[in-house]
């Protein structure tokens, strides 16, 4: 069984930092593709940012220039990194990653209990 387990959210003024980690745990053969995702009461959950296996990154429009997604392969985690945070940032946030268990099987989502970013201005 895989895991994904979130850590770091919280309550930050605008202009602040947060740091968000996600580790993957379980039976796994392989992770591809890992990311951020949010949702904001009332919204769609929508992609922050994600990163491919080989460290390209990928981000919203929103908050290029802001956050930062990087990720240690060798320790199955992946990181977000959030300066200059502003009110239209609170959301619960996601952590999702792409994940084969076996050689043999094929790719599935998972997805991490979602950890809480507030910024109050």
């Known amino acids: 069984q895989v895991q994904l387990v979130e850590s770091g959210g919280g309550l930050v003024q605008a202009g602040g930092s947060l740091r968000l980690s996600c580790a993957a745990s379980?039976?796994?053969?392989?992770?591809?593709?890992m990311g951020w995702y949010r949702q904001a009461p009332g919204k769609q959950r929508e992609l922050v940012a994600a990163i491919t296996r080989g460290g390209s990154p990928n981000y919203a429009d929103s908050v290029k220039g802001r956050f930062t997604i990087s990720r240690d392969n060798a320790k199955n985690t992946v990181a977000l990194q959030m300066n200059s945070l502003q009110p239209e940032d609170t959301a619960l946030y996601y952590c999702?990653?792409?994940?084969?268990?076996?050689?043999?099987?094929?790719?599935?989502?998972?997805w991490g209990q979602g950890t809480q970013v507030t910024v109050s201005s």
């Open positions: 999702n990653a792409e994940i084969m268990i076996y050689s043999w099987s094929s790719r599935n989502n998972y």
């Open positions: 379980g039976i796994i053969f392989s992770i591809n593709a």
